[in-house]
């Protein structure tokens, strides 16, 4: 089945057809910058841009940086203040007739990570971290996702932890590699004591170059580079989408 995979991030939007058997995509890759703040009305725009420039009215799985219960937006930290408590999925169908499967954004890395990616066939505890604006966290427990696990907004050293660890402050701290991979390192330390996970799984668009940091990692627990990089949210929101359409229900996280 080919579903139209939307990732929404705090600094672009980004989307392909994909086929959801293979994880492949089938069309052309497509960026758009995120304006900050966002607003439902900017979004709703941009996504029904995308939609007309794919001619798609298919079904469409959509990734989002922040939780989502039921197709509907409950937290939203880094893209602004109006979206939280907002129906995308209703908003998607009525403003522009489609069904729509939405589902936070490092939960869709996961599905496509664990379906064709490092975690494949992974058994036990998977913990996938995405690396950007913020740090996404995703739990799968023998290949079954456990939804919406914001470890990144979790405290670590005195702060909420993307703000010490995210990519978005390597650059803005004009930190080394070494310098954040330490940082990193001792963020993925934590998190072992508390999941005691079987496999980390390190993606998203701040860790594509994992040459430049992999070597100051010392965490005890194997680390595996995402196979899929930044195309890993586009991947699992279309895989989401499918298997939602496949089961007949349309739920799952939205």
Known sequence: MDVLGIDIGGTGIKAAVVDTLSGDLVSERVRVPTELP?????????????LDQF??????G?????????????????LGPDLPG????????????????????ADAAALAEAAFGAARGQCGVVLVLTVGTGIGSALVVDGVLVPNIELGHAEYKGKVAEHFVSNRTRKAEELSWKQWAQRFDGFLRH??????PDLFVIGGGGAKK?????????????????AYANRAGIIGAAVGAARA??????????
């Not at 998190?191 to 005691?196: A, D, F, G, V, Y």
């Not at 359409?245 to 939205?254: F, S």
């Open 55 to 60: 001619d798609w009215r298919g079904p469409v």
């Open 210 to 226: 994992p040459k430049k940091f992999a070597e100051f990692l010392r965490v005890k627990t194997p680390v595996r580079f995402a």
């Open 62 to 78: 959509c990734g989002f940086p922040g939780v989502i219960r039921g197709g509907c937006v409950d937290t939203a930290a880094n």
């Open 245 to 254: 359409e496949t089961a007949g229900t349309g739920r799952g996280a939205g």
């Open 38 to 50: 966002v607003t439902r009305t900017a979004l709703l725009r941009t996504l029904g841009a995308l």
């Open 86 to 105: 907002w129906d995308l999925k209703g908003a998607l169908r009525e403003h522009h007739g489609i069904a729509a499967y939405i589902l936070n954004d």
């Open 191 to 196: 998190l072992e004591r508390i999941i005691q």
